[in-house]
Nanobody
Framework: QVQLVESGGGLVQAGGSLRLSCAGS????????MGWFRQAPGKEREFVAA????????YYADSVKGRFTISRDNAKNTMYLQMNSLNAEDTAVYYC???????????????????WGQGTQVTVSS
């Protein structure tokens, strides 16, 4: 069974940091683009960041650019999201996703991703 499992969420004060992890199992994702999305209460899910299979290209939503960093360790079949300078607007459930197509480009388009994790809650207190 193919799975993506997020971890690292929690409660943090404004200005603080968290590091999310997304571990893949059931297949390797080392040749697949991956991304992070989030959904705040009462809002639609939105793109956060994406990374190409080899880590060579990364993309960010304007709202997180300069504060969040996406990375991956293909040897561990794991992707990360380092989140700094968090604010209340970052409160959301964070989802990781992977494209089933090998060597595909990293994209902010939700329907391009085939595998999704269950999500991890990030709450930023002001």
């Amino acid at each position: 069974q193919v799975q993506l499992v997020e971890s690292g969420g929690g409660l943090v004060q404004a200005g603080g940091s968290l590091r999310l992890s997304c571990a893949g199992s059931g297949r390797t994702f080392r040749r697949n683009a991956m991304g992070w999305f989030r959904q705040a209460p009462g809002k639609e899910r939105e793109f956060v960041a994406a990374i190409r299979w080899n880590g060579g290209n990364t993309y960010y939503a304007d709202s997180v650019k300069g504060r969040f960093t996406i990375s991956r360790d293909n040897a561990k079949n794991t992707m990360y999201l380092q989140m700094n300078s968090l604010n209340a607007e970052d409160t959301a459930v964070y989802y990781c996703a992977a494209d089933a197509t090998a060597l595909g480009i990293a994209t902010m388009v939700e329907y391009e991703y085939d595998y999704w994790g269950q999500g991890t809650q990030v709450t930023v207190s002001s």
